[in-house]
């Protein structure tokens, strides 16, 4: 017989929204009030999870459109007794602009999001120079943006608008969080194709985009 480490937490971390239109109060929806970390685009949680066992010290919400890759990390936060996740199904860019509330989160993870090569598709990708100031405007000072992608013209895209959005400054990623990947990435990995990643920081003093400051 196998005994997990810690109970299985039966109740489902998948948050069911009731309203769209007001602004979620994140402390009141984890047991205990601590840094929150959103990753936007969590695919089935392989990172998320993992992240979060070893940082019990932090809430996690990981957004995701996919209503049953959302009910994948449910079942791996479960099985983990993770009471520190919480899964929202919702447009990443809608969840930044206007259901965090200003200043509320520690950090933002992005690993992956889909490439849209195609030229005519480019305006699809998630992080663009608008994308900076909805970041800006969740993020508490000194707050962090993580960066990861396999694909070079997103990439250079990526670092040019954070490079030069003014509220933040390039910064390192730790090593801590490095070594923790992303099934896409260890895949990657496995075929010989390399990955990119990028870290930018909050100024402390570039709080108030009026991107987010919208009610
Ligand atoms: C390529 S996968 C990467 C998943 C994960 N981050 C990883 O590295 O393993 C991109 C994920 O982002 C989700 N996604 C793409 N665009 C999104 C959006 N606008 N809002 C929420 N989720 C999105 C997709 O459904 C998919 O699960």
């Known amino acids: 017989m196998t005994t997990s480490k810690r109970p299985t937490t039966e109740e489902t ?6 309203n769209i239109l007001e602004r979620l109060d994140i402390e009141k929806l984890f047991p205990k009030a601590q840094p929150v970390e959103v990753e936007l685009g969590a695919g089935d949680g392989s990172f998320l999870v993992q992240y979060a066992e070893r940082h019990p010290d932090r809430n996690f919400v990981g957004l995701e459109r996919l ?31 206007f259901l965090l509330p200003p200043v509320s989160i520690d950090a933002l993870h992005i690993y992956f999001p889909d ?8 305006k699809n990708r998630l992080i663009d120079a608008r994308f900076t100031g ?4 969740a993020l508490k000072p000194a707050g962090l943006v993580y960066l990861r992608t396999d694909d070079m013209d997103y990439f250079q895209q990526m670092t040019e608008v954070f490079s030069t959005a003014s509220q933040f400054c390039l910064t390192e ?29 909050l ?10 400051a919208k009610t």
Request: glycine share 6%; proline share 5%.
């Open 115 to 122: 490439p849209w090569p195609k030229r005519k598709h480019r």
């Open 67 to 97: 209503l049953g890759r959302l009910r994948k990390i449910d079942r791996k936060s479960r099985r983990a007794g993770l009471v520190n996740v919480l899964l929202i199904r919702l447009e990443a860019a809608y969840f930044l602009e």
């Open 173 to 201: 990623t730790p090593a801590e969080l490095s070594e923790v990947m992303t099934d896409f990435e260890r895949n990657f990995h496995a075929r010989g194709i390399s990955t990119l990643r990028a870290a930018y920081q």
């Open 203 to 212: 100024r402390e003093s570039a709080q108030g985009s009026p991107v987010g």
């Open 134 to 137: 909805l970041a800006a405007a």
């Open 13 to 18: 971390r998948i948050h069911r929204l009731e």
